[in-house]
């Protein structure tokens, strides 16, 4: 599986849960309603987090296990397990974050595959290292450090 792939999988999974997203009366009238509910019935919505996302109380058990899988630990087995995966995974985010001209470009890039709190005095290797990554992926990390920086010109 490339990493690509598994984000497509990560994302067809979510787009599966009976999530929907409002930003206005109009939007969350037209949600309760695809659901056969009225305005009355906003009792029985949950919102997911400050994200606009709303689901119905009776998905909760649904939507709960989709946000308690550990993922965390997913990825880092997927990571770990090729070094293919490994670099492009990494380059990816490193392209997402625009990593050669953010200042938290590490921490930004990091905290895609684990949980890490930000310092200052941290970098790529330093979040990885913490996360329980082994030596190899930690050089690998920065390789596609060095590689996307000389991409850039930076």
Aim: net charge negative; aromatic share 16%; charged share 30%.
């Amino acid at each position: 599986m490339t990493y690509r792939e598994y984000q497509n999988m990560r994302q067809k999974g979510f787009n599966a849960l009976p999530v929907f997203f409002a930003f206005s009366n109009k939007q969350l009238e037209e949600g309760l309603s695809e659901r056969g509910l009225t305005m009355d019935d906003i009792g029985q919505l949950i919102r997911l987090g400050d994200t606009g996302g709303f689901f119905l109380r009776k998905d909760k058990p649904l939507i709960d296990a989709w946000f308690n899988k550990d993922y965390n630990k997913e990825i880092k087995d997927l990571i770990e397990s090729s070094d293919d995966f490994a670099h492009e995974a990494f380059s990816y985010e490193m392209a997402n974050h625009e990593y050669p001209i953010n200042w938290e470009g590490d921490y930004d890039v990091c905290s895609i595959f684990g949980n890490c709190e930000f310092s200052e005095e941290k970098d790529g290797a330093d979040y990885l290292r913490d996360m329980g990554y082994s030596e190899n992926i930690v050089s690998i990390y920065r390789e596609e450090a060095r590689a996307i920086c000389r991409e850039f010109d930076y």
